[in-house]
């Protein structure tokens, strides 16, 4: 019997560990402990399986997922820390150290509600907790809630009236409420309570920086040095410091100290040869630590790109793939790699890419900046001007927003919303060059010219290789009738960048005007071949051989267009003009309805289908044509704008015009034609305020437009302003007398005099 007792022990054994390894519970615990020992190891990589293997069995263990979230939070992985921050938050609800995590991260995010909700819940598991009411102070600031997050900074300093961080809060509250007096005592406050806190007084520096006292502002950064000689934040700060008061030679010590301490601080300092002009200096030094494969390897990879990317895009692409490479999920690197993709005229890979680093960093500024951009290029004004104001969300200061901002209200004739974000760009970048230009470009828009010449002319003092500003010089001299000095700046900014698009349309219209043509066409020629995709040189090659009669190659070059950018209602048009004027309506529209056969989700196709059988009066098929175009692609905004304009005209379903020509002005807020429509379905459903708006919008984009004036007469009318519709029912009849609404006009005006108005 002695010697069965081993083999039971044995069986015993293996049984209890099968029941073990059956147990849910003992297993998931089992793994988060080998989890937390990897943690204390710092092998992390091998913690995140074992935390995600205790997951796996219980899929709410809500504990492993804060553990996790924690973890790649350490290998700033922000996609995986936000995804099981929230997951946490959500299954441990009284966790309130989850709760405000979450919360901070949906704070970096711009997801200010959820933040401030995130943090109610931690108030609620423990009501004096410090940092639940600071991230909700934020959070509320972040929705202009400016009382009620000065509130919950000082119920922060009543929680803990001996730490700094509540103090330091209300600064930044008072100091958003515009009271500079009571922030300044906030923050004397916070440093005399937590005198060693390098945040009390970096945020001090902030304050005094901002006031413009910067010998105050030295000297908190000294304070903080002595704390913590080797802190990034300080020593940045203070070069940042010694470089806007002159002492170059200061900074540059400063970083050559920190570069030989920190491999990592070598970045700062290549950046500083570059806006130093010693270029090849930067690129030998990050060549050197970029080979070493350390931690600066993706950094440096990034910033040899972005030497090239002006000058080689072929050539910087290599770095970002190496970076890439290096970390797949890089923000940086991908936000550079769309930007290089959409210089390539690769509109669609730029997209793919810029969206996959918003979903990864949702907090991204620089992300949604990229991606606004690249909305422009592809024409859709409406998701670039939502990407620009979310960039702005995340980060306020991102004057590089404001100005993409106010180059989209110009460009759709709104120059006082162009003025408010050009001012802001200028407020928040005083130095910065497009900054100061976009804020010219509106003032030449407004026509003052008073207001734009001493800023054009201190910024070409500025900046004598820039393009763009010797462009708005020669607008500037051209509306001064000084044509010759006007063509002189305008020819400097096409040889300083021969892509320049106004610059070469103002050109060709001298050309033209001197009866040049050959000049023109070798100008046009030259830039196709330099930017063979680019839709705005296209464009002005289309309406140069249209205005030559070179219906051919003004063809060629238009179709090409539309295939690129389907929303480019301008080609469409000019494709229109091309074939009425050779008298092929017949013809191309053969043509068009084989490629629609061919390719049936071709927008471009079925929308130049649905114009020409417009033009021919074979209204159904149109409608047919417009509506395949929109099934394949809900925003088509030139086939969304035809029939809601069509409807309109017959009276049918007026509710569903609304909302095309919505979706039409949405998509093309620049052109009036989109305006004009959604004014006129307004009209039809009787909502003559709201037409009147939108009308009086799209007649100041386009005053010469005689149908526009026309309905614009009609809405004052229904509005009973029967003096101003009288003087625009006059206005359509002296610019088009002849048109199709002429006597439609006559007779509302006779009707007019008749009521005695």
Sequence with gaps: MRKLVPALLLVTSALASSACSQDPDVAKRGFMRRADEYVRANKLAEAVI????????????????????????????????????????????ENADAQIKAATLLLLSGEFEDAERRAQRALAVQPDNVQALIVRAHALAR?????????????????????????????????????????????????????KSVEARL??????????????????????????????????????????????????????????????????????????????????????IAADKRDVFVEAQLRLARLLTVADVDGAMPFVEKALAANPRHTDALVLKADLLSRKGDRDGALRTVQEATQNDPGSAPARLVLGRIYLLRGDSAAAMTAFNEALQRNPRLYQADVELARVHLAAGRARDAEQFARSAVQQAPNAREAQLVLARVELAKGDLGSAEPRLRTLARSFPGSSEVQAQLGVLEL?????????????????????????????????????????AKARTEAMLAKAPRDTRVMLVAGTLHWHLKEYGQAEQVLRRAVDIDPALTPAYALLARVYFAQGRTNEALVEYQGIARRDPKSVSALTLVGMLQQEQQRRPE????????????????????????????????????????????????????????????????????????????????????????????????KTD???????????????????????????????LEAMGS
Excluded: C
């Design 622 to 717: 149109a409608k047919t044509a417009y509506q395949q175009a929109l099934a394949v692609d809900s925003n088509a905004a030139v086939a969304a704008n035809n029939l809601a304009w069509m409807y309109a005209e017959d009276g049918e379903r007026l509710d569903e015009a609304l909302q095309l020509a919505r979706v039409a002005r949405a998509r093309m807020p620049q052109s009036a034609d989109a305006g004009d429509t959604l004014g006129w379905v307004l009209y039809k459903k009787g909502l003559f305020e709201s037409a009147l708006s939108v009308l009086k919008e799209a007649a100041a984009q386009d005053p010469q437009n005689a149908d526009l004036q026309y309905h614009l007469g009609l809405a004052y009318a």
């Design 721 to 751: 302003n029967f003096r101003l519709a009288r003087q625009k029912l006059e206005s359509a009849l002296a610019l088009n007398p002849s048109s199709s609404l002429a006597a439609e006009a006559r007779n509302t005006l006779r009707q």
């Design 143 to 195: 929705m202009d809630r400016l009382d009620a997050a000065l509130q919950q900074a000082e119920e922060a300093v009543r929680a803990s009236p001996e730490s700094g961080e509540g103090y330091l809060t209300v600064g930044n509250m008072q100091l958003a409420k515009g009271d500079r007096d009571k922030a300044e005592d906030a923050f004397v406050e916070a440093v005399r309570k937590a005198p």
């Design 479 to 519: 509306r001064k009738k000084n044509t010759a000095a006007g063509r002189a700046s305008l020819e400097r900014a096409v040889a300083l960048d021969p892509g320049n698009v106004d610059a070469l349309s103002n050109l060709i219209s001298l050309d033209l005007e001197r009866s040049q043509p050959s000049v």
């Design 50 to 93: 074992e935390y995600r293997n205790a997951i796996q069995i219980d899929s709410r263990f809500g504990e492993a997922r804060l553990k996790l979230a924690d973890t790649y939070a350490v290998l700033k992985d922000a996609t995986g820390a936000r995804r099981e921050y929230l997951r946490a938050a959500d299954l441990l609800p």
């Design 203 to 288: 945020a001090f520096t902030r304050f005094y920086w901002a006031a413009g006292k910067l010998t105050e502002a030295e000297a908190q950064l000294n304070e903080a040095l002595k704390l913590d000689e080797g802190h990034p934040l300080v020593n940045r700060a203070l070069i940042y410091l010694y470089l806007s008061t002159g002492r170059k030679s200061e900074a540059e010590k400063s970083l050559r100290t920190m570069a030989a301490k920190d491999v990592r601080d070598t970045l700062p300092l290549a950046d500083y040869l570059v806006a130093t002009g010693r270029t090849p200096e930067a690129r030998t030094l990050l060549e050197s």
